[in-house]
């Protein structure tokens, strides 16, 4: 079965420090792996995706997210963190096998708080 | 504007009462679905739909029902809503998967329901 799993409830980093949001993954065959984040009443917005191809991916907002098949990893980070960037944050993967084409599996989320 | 369409966005009813919440795109796409979002537990998915007339259960299906009568609309459908339904419920869409990319889902701004 699919599974995401994101092992911080929060993560705390001071403005300007670089963050880490830390995924891992469970997934037959080759995952397709994505990021969102939540902001206070609103949906999620997709920040990034891998695919195929570089394991380093840039997305939205300065984010990028590194792959790591061996260690079965998808960690969002971003080199200098911004007040602005507080907000829950949801790791998924895409199902691509059979009858469960196209279902997207979540993490429980990590709330990022960046203090000024 | 491509968007997500949620309504209500608030709702507070009581046990057993049906309810109706629609879900509308504007973007043609063929896949949509339901979520609903719990503290610490992430999105789970309810019920998806991969085009239209076609529906398939997600991983809580248990209460819900839901109809693809048009492929922009998506209603979800609480025949008899209890306490545990709860929750903040989230619509989402996205096209096809195309070769060897795929797409993300775009998601309405959610629902807040409340069952007394």
């Known amino acids: 079965a699919q599974s995401v799993a994101q092992p911080e409830d929060q993560v705390n980093v001071a403005e300007g420090n670089p963050l880490t949001v830390k995924c891992t993954y469970s997934?037959?065959?080759?995952?397709?792996l994505f990021w969102y984040v939540q902001y206070p009443n609103r949906g999620l917005q997709f920040l990034l995706k891998?695919?195929?191809?570089?394991?380093l991916v840039k997305g939205s907002y300065g984010f990028e997210a590194e792959f790591n098949k061996s260690q079965t990893s998808f960690h969002l980070k971003k080199p200098s963190a911004l007040v602005s960037d507080s907000a829950l944050y949801f790791c998924?993967?895409?199902?691509?096998?059979?009858?469960?084409?196209?279902?997207?599996?979540f993490g429980r989320g990590t709330q990022l708080t960046v203090w000024p | 504007e491509a968007q997500v369409t949620q309504n209500p966005r608030y709702l507070i009813t009581v046990t057993g009462k049906k309810l109706t919440v629609t879900c509308s795109q504007n973007m043609n796409h063929e896949y949509m679905s339901w979520y609903r979002q719990d503290p610490g537990l992430g999105l789970r998915q309810i019920y998806y739909?991969?085009?239209?007339?076609?529906?398939d259960k997600g991983d809580v299906p248990e209460g819900y029902k839901v109809s693809r009568k048009e492929k922009r609309n998506f209603p979800l459908i609480l025949e008899s809503p209890s306490p545990n339904q709860t929750s903040l419920y989230f619509c989402?869409?996205?096209?096809?998967?195309?070769?060897?990319?795929?797409?993300?889902?775009?998601f309405g701004d959610g629902t807040r329901l409340s069952i007394l």
């Open positions: 989402a869409s996205s096209p096809p998967r195309t070769g060897t990319g795929d797409q993300p889902q775009h």
């Open positions: 998924a993967v895409r199902d691509n096998r059979g009858s469960t084409l196209g279902r997207l599996y």
């Open positions: 997934v037959s065959g080759n995952p397709y």
């Open positions: 891998y695919i195929t191809g570089d394991n």
């Open positions: 739909s991969m085009n239209v007339e076609v529906t």
